[in-house]
């Protein structure tokens, strides 16, 4: 019995650039058969494409894909967001209880970065055109090895900080490194 984990993701798929803190995380903090449990991205190009026909269909069909290779594989479909300014904008916040609702809708779990990815794994903006060099420069350095696992385990929103461990903590498949 293998699993899919489908991250969906605010970037494109020119920059990447959730994806590798994402992939890092996976890699640095658990343990895992490659052969039972398969990591896989679906770029939102922009956070409000979330719930687009077109993002709901490569869903679908990674889904479909995975499935087709054994009865017994089962997917679970993991969005990724940023608080950007939910402790001051009321749009922000607003935004973050829709997709919160869409995901539980859905069946979907609910991942969150505040304020952004950036500032949990380096400790700082960046601009929109540098995030993939950051993020390939986080990867290439190792950096992974310096972020504290218990920024990644948080219940509520606070700035540096994220709920991805405390999610990922949930599948058996993934053994949390001592």
Not at 16 to 38: L, N
Not at 75 to 87: R, W
Not at 110 to 120: G, I, L, M, Y
Request: proline share 1%.
């Amino acid at each position: 019995m293998g699993l899919q984990l489908i991250f969906v993701v605010e970037t494109n798929k020119h920059s990447k650039s959730d994806w590798i803190y994402i992939k890092e995380t996976v890699e640095h903090f658990y343990s895992y058969d490659r052969t039972q449990v398969k990591l896989s991205a679906v770029y939102m190009d922009g956070k409000g494409n979330y719930n687009s026909n077109k993002k709901e269909r490569e869903i679908k069909a990674l889904i479909s894909q995975y499935q087709s290779t054994s009865k017994t594989n089962h997917t679970n479909v993991i969005y990724c967001f940023d608080c950007d300014d939910y402790d001051n904008k009321i749009d922000d916040r607003n935004f973050l209880e829709e997709v919160r609702k869409y995901c539980a809708g859905a069946g979907y779990e609910f991942v969150w970065f505040c304020k952004d990815v950036e500032q949990v794994y380096i400790g700082k903006k960046v601009a929109d055109s540098q995030k993939g060099k950051e993020a390939a420069r986080f990867k290439t350095r190792k950096q992974i090895s310096t972020v504290d696992s218990k920024k990644l385990l948080m219940e509520e929103y606070q700035s540096n900080t994220s709920n991805i461990m405390r999610v990922l903590d949930q599948y058996p498949e993934l053994i949390r490194k001592r």
